[in-house]
């Protein structure tokens, strides 16, 4: 008799929350607290992790590469949140943002729960978005397990791609990814809730991964977001203060070097510094978009 593969960690029951429910509202809402701090002490073992995998995604990214993310339920609406960010946040192209969540867009509002089973969409959806060499894939699941989210882990790889497994549980991801960022977060307060202590270690693991990134491929400048995208009054508001901030100009000198970029950070920089607002892009194209390069050279 073949004997049942053991539960991962993550659908494990902790014998300390058997009565939860009967719990005073205090010491129910204390507990689940420190569930999230230990979520986010788990990352800490990950980070070595996560340096290594954005290490090896700088390079493709920089020569055009995708950046794709795949999963199921929480973990799949977790990397379409950090995935849909990359835009408005560092002006990442939308195009080089591939979504693959299992149930497809309804899934993002709705709990598709069968969804995750299928890896035979997670593969057709591998081929029909043609990733492949020089695009980086993240598979992120907190079972480490779950069908849908190897299948495309599995495809990827096979096609040439990069990839990486965000996880809580060892598992087949960890076999099959070439990068394995794991947040061991043990049993949840609640058994098998992973919106909670796995799916805040997700997030974690997620934003460090994709801050870093950016700061690698130069669209962050002394602890700046200059590659922002100022579409609304707020946005272009911290676009002049931080265009102030950068270069000491004042509101006026910031107002029009900003208007004559597009309401481009980076550009009003160089403008700011003397370089004609038409040769601002260009500079900063031959210095791969860093600014500290292009400011540089400069003398």
Known sequence: MIAPSPLPATESVDPRFTDLDAWP??????AMWEGQMTAAAAVRAALPAIEQAVAA????LAAGGRLAYAGAGTSGRLGVQDGAELTPT??????????????GEAALTTAIENAEDDADAAREAVARHRLGSGDVLLGVAASGATPYTLAAIEAA?????LTIAVINSPGPM?????????AETAPEVLAGSTRMKAGTAQKIMLNLFSTLLMLRLGRVHRGLMVDM?????KLRARARRMLRHLTGADEAAAEAALA????RVKPAVL????VPADAAADLLARHDGQLRAALASLG
């Open 25 to 30: 509202p205090a010491a129910a809402l204390a």
């Open 229 to 233: 995208l100022a579409r609304n009054a």
């Open 157 to 161: 790889r096979g096609r040439g791609a």
């Open 57 to 60: 995604a700088v390079p493709l």
């Open 260 to 263: 004559a970029t597009g309401g």
């Open 174 to 182: 960890a076999r099959a990814a070439e990068h394995v960022l794991l």
């Open 90 to 103: 560092f002006d990442w192209p939308a195009e080089r943002v591939v979504l693959l969540l299992a149930g």
């Open 271 to 274: 403008v700011l510094a003397g």
